[in-house]
């Protein structure tokens, strides 16, 4: 996540830049050149569903969050891709309990749903 908050400051300022380089060569009386810069920080996240970001971020923010076997797989991805320490041992050591337990059909299904991710495989390879 922090990478991707560089990367947004990074093109922030290059298109700030940018403007600026525009507004000397048009001049000071140019019109709309502010709405080229944008204070909005806006993350595309594509790959996980609105309920597992919003735990994830519950997580970075409280540091904890209920895990169930919906949301696992989600959690363990986003944590092990935004380098979230702590959450992905949590996801596993649930993951241990539902296999004692029997309970892995849903996990199954949800890591299956994230096969484009690596750490995908590492639940797979515990259910």
């Known amino acids: 996540m922090f990478e991707l908050i560089q990367k947004h400051i990074y093109l922030r300022i290059s298109e700030q830049s940018k403007v600026t380089k525009t507004k000397k060569v048009i001049g000071k009386s140019s019109v709309g050149l502010s709405h080229l810069s944008s204070e909005k920080l806006k993350i595309p996240i594509t790959n996980y569903d609105a309920e597992v970001f919003r735990l994830l971020v519950e997580f970075i923010h409280c540091g904890e969050v209920n895990i169930n076997e919906d949301t696992v797989a989600g959690l363990f991805c986003g944590a092990s891709q935004f380098e979230v320490p702590e ?37 797979l390879d515990k259910v």
């Open 87 to 123: 959450l992905p041992g949590a996801c596993l050591d649930f993951v241990e309990r539902c296999v004692k337990l029997r309970r892995t059909e849903n996990i199954r299904f949800h890591a299956e749903c994230f096969k484009f991710h690596a750490a995908a495989k590492t639940l």
